[in-house]
């Protein structure tokens, strides 16, 4: 969805650091035709509002925070105001909030843990910034993202710097991956901002790794690697399903070539890559499925994945990790999709899934594909009841590092 307004926390400008940050962005960032808004928490920051003019070709609106109310109300009432109309619902809410970038000062720490469970082994979640502008209709985000429904960015980096070494202090040095698109796409927002170097640059500095999951194909920034530490700083990762299955599911997404594009271009520049096939979403299937119909492992048509994953073999990844739709019981209540339907599926652990044996299948089909075509690391992401003999099956997702 095609970005309309720009929020900017004056609260940014309490760090010079930051500021200087905020300067970079108003003198390399892309910003046509966009309405830039001031968000006072407090009395008027001048460093901030002296800096929005250099924020070219852009009509300035100073939105005030009332006292007692939260920053995402404020931003709601007031654009409720400019939009004429009253912004109630989560659809409102989600279609509103996919038009703005909030620039904001994260106040609690970038580094997050996502504790193991029976689903997943754990990882390490770096918080650049929470949702994005694609259109998903499967999305776990709708609900994870519900009480706060925008496109936010973290731009105060001065902070992920200090907990970067908090977190070394802490942990010892382990060089951990940490995973960055966890609540957004790391990439959405890069043509705009130019942040994502300068966050590879940090987290590289502090001895640790970065792993980008993307639908996006924002690579023209991307500097070449330099075949040593920035090649290992970070591996980028393709969520990726084939044509009719984006056209259908993932509107407002990279189409799968501009991705397949983008992931051989960084290949090439000295990059680890990675796909990411999740969900499987046969689309007859989920259609079929959906109505009710009695199915059997012979009416999934898998044809168009092993062409995509034909494709694969023209970039080498190291790994690829595949996964089927699965939902928490709220998310149903925010899917803007009702392809998905709870009575239509199995209750598995705490998550709703296609039936077991439908899974078993594709994953079986598919990994087997894959090992014999591309020999890589193959994975299952949240699915711990499939038992599979891969001889490649070495980390239980991509979310973990090859080597531990």
Not at 51 to 58: A, M, Y
Not at 80 to 102: A, H, P
Not at 171 to 198: F, Q, R, V, Y
Request: net charge positive; glycine share 4%; hydrophobic share 35%.
């Amino acid at each position: 969805m095609d970005l309309k307004y720009i929020v900017i926390d004056s609260t940014i400008g309490r760090n010079e650091e930051d500021l200087k940050i905020l300067e970079e962005i108003s003198t390399n960032g892309t910003f046509d035709d966009k309405n830039l808004l001031l968000l006072q928490f407090t009395k008027a920051n001048g460093k901030v509002k002296n800096l929005l003019d250099s924020f070219s070709n852009l009509k300035i609106i100073e939105l005030e925070n009332k006292a007692n109310s939260s920053d995402i109300k404020s931003i709601f009432q007031h654009f409720s105001e400019i939009e004429g109309k009253t912004v109630d619902t989560f659809k409102d809410k989600i279609k509103l909030g996919k038009k703005i970038l909030y620039l904001d000062a994260v106040s609690n720490s970038f580094i997050r843990r996502f504790e193991s469970n029976q689903e997943c082994p754990g990882f390490w979640n770096l918080a650049i910034g929470t949702f994005c502008r694609h259109g998903c209709t499967y999305c776990f985000l709708n609900l994870t993202m519900r009480i706060r429904p925008l496109c936010i960015e973290h731009v105060n980096l001065s902070r992920l710097k200090n907990n970067l070494k908090h977190f070394n202090k802490k942990h010892g040095h382990i060089n951990a991956l940490l995973n960055a698109d966890e609540t957004s796409d790391p990439l959405d927002n890069e043509p705009m901002l130019h942040l994502w170097n300068k966050i590879v640059e940090i987290v590289r500095d502090s001895g640790n790794q970065l792993l980008c999951l993307t639908k996006s194909n924002n690579v023209r920034t991307i500097p070449e690697s330099d075949g040593g530490k920035l090649a290992d700083s970070v591996i980028y990762s393709w969520s990726i399903n084939p044509k009719p299955i984006v056209h259908r599911y993932e509107p407002l997404t990279a189409s799968s070539e501009e991705r397949l594009s983008a992931a051989k271009k960084l290949k090439n520049f000295g990059y680890r890559i990675r796909f990411r096939v999740d969900p499987i979403l046969p689309v007859q299937f989920m259609k079929d499925l959906s109505n009710g119909k009695d199915l059997s492992v012979k009416d999934i048509d898998l044809e168009e994945y092993f062409l995509l994953i034909d494709k694969f073999s023209e970039i080498g990844p190291e790994m690829v990790t595949f996964g089927t739709f699965r939902a928490l019981p709220p998310l149903f209540n925010f899917l803007l999709d009702k392809t998905f339907k709870k009575q239509h599926l199995r209750k598995n652990g705490k998550r709703f899934r296609i039936p077991e044996k439908f899974r078993h299948y594709i994953y079986e089909q598919l990994g087997n594909y894959t090992h014999n075509l591309l020999g890589c690391n193959i994975a299952i992401c949240k699915d711990p009841t499939i038992k599979l003999n891969f001889s490649t099956l070495k980390v239980p997702c991509q979310c973990i590092k090859l080597s531990d």
